[in-house]
């Protein structure tokens, strides 16, 4: 007799301590449709509410999509259904010689990816009986003695390859960045589906919404309440958490109801959108090269944008104007100890003839005397983030600016956002996350700028958050 997915969530002698409680019955429901179980009455009116489907599952699915509520148990899911897919289902018939059904689970920060595995280890731990399968633990990875295997990481496409999964689950897959390209998901998942193939495994993503775009965004516009493979699954946090006090998220919606309503509500946001396409930037880079060396006859600018700590980057771009176009000359990014850069990035001005700089006008005192050493003066700036990438678009729109063929900046101007606030503003700034950075677009839209006011303003300008 095999074990489904509700026993596995009811059953004693396995999780059914954990998940066998009110609580957890939206999320019972859901996940024995998406397998295709027979669904009781209370079931089906759970399922109706959470998939937007009114008829009853006749056949397990092959992609699960769950843009559900913060605190709503999306982890404890995920390190389920990666024990269920790794433990319950016997791929052994249909694997190579040395071959190993491996369960992916993919988050969108180590932080996360840890979580995750410790909601798993904890789980395989709990119970006896799945406890004796374990035959080696790693930080990261779990063999068991079925052929089967558990492995958790960050969401890059670069390690998904060569695998035969028996299932890959993408945790937070809304909150995916990368500074190696502005569709970090739509591209692991291409990765990971012909993995996916041999075993014919199952695709498990969960996520609170965010923007309206992405992968998620694009699967629920797509699927959601429509009958096919790909189930989709949208609820508040409170309808699969019940447990969690009302108050709570009452209190984040009177505090920001924008962010709160996809946080808790789990309502993709429409207050938030892209900036600027990557076709945008594509037009506008030339190919080659990288760096444009100094020319005579030429008047230069400068804009640095000191790093704030952490795994921001100290950067520098340089620009001039040839008629009615904005040239930018190169960008540079460095991490490391400020003083050293900070050199570095002088002598490269003094090869452009740049002998003076502007700062701004919060910035600390630090960077002012150290630029002294070096010969740069600085002088205040009027001009905040926002303020200077509203000025570039323009400059893009019409094709009046050259860019360099720097991949790292052109990602980060993609994936810059348009925020309006309460009061109607907008903002413009990269996203939210560990991974999200906008120094190189941020240094080379300041350069754009002083380049097309040459004459209104100073040479060089000095950015510091």
Known sequence: MSVTIRDLMTDP????????????TAWRALLAGFYGLELTKDELTHWQALTG???????????????????GGKSNIAALLAVFEACFRDHRDRLAPGEVATVLCLAADRKQARAVFRYIVGLLNACPMLQRLIVRETTETLELANRAAIEVGTASFRATRGYTFA????????????EDTSNPDF????????????LEGPL????SPYARRGALWEAYRSHYGKPGPQLVAQAPTLSMNPSLPARIVEQALERDPASASAEYLAQFRNDISAFITRDLVDNNARTRPLVLPPRSGLTYAAFVDVAGGGADEYTLAISHKEGNRTVIDGVWGE???????????????RQYRITRCTGDRFAAEWPRAEYKKHGITMTPSDLNRSELYIELLPLLQTGAIELPPDEKALVQFTLLERRTGRNGRDTIDHPTGNNSHDDRCNAIAGAAWLASHRNELPRVIFKMY
């Open 167 to 178: 299932a890959v689950i993408a945790d937070e897959i809304a909150f995916w960045r990368s």
């Open 53 to 71: 489907r009114q008829s009853a599952p006749e056949a397990a699915h092959d992609e699960l999509w769950m843009a559900i509520g913060r605190r």
């Open 187 to 198: 591209e692991i998942l291409n990765a990971v589906r012909p993995g996916l193939a041999t």
């Open 204 to 207: 498990l993503c969960l996520s």
């Open 13 to 24: 002698a396995l999780f059914g301590d954990q998940f066998g409680g009110e609580s957890w």
């Open 335 to 349: 991490r490391g100890d400020p003083a050293t850069i900070t050199a570095n990035y002088a002598q490269i001005m």
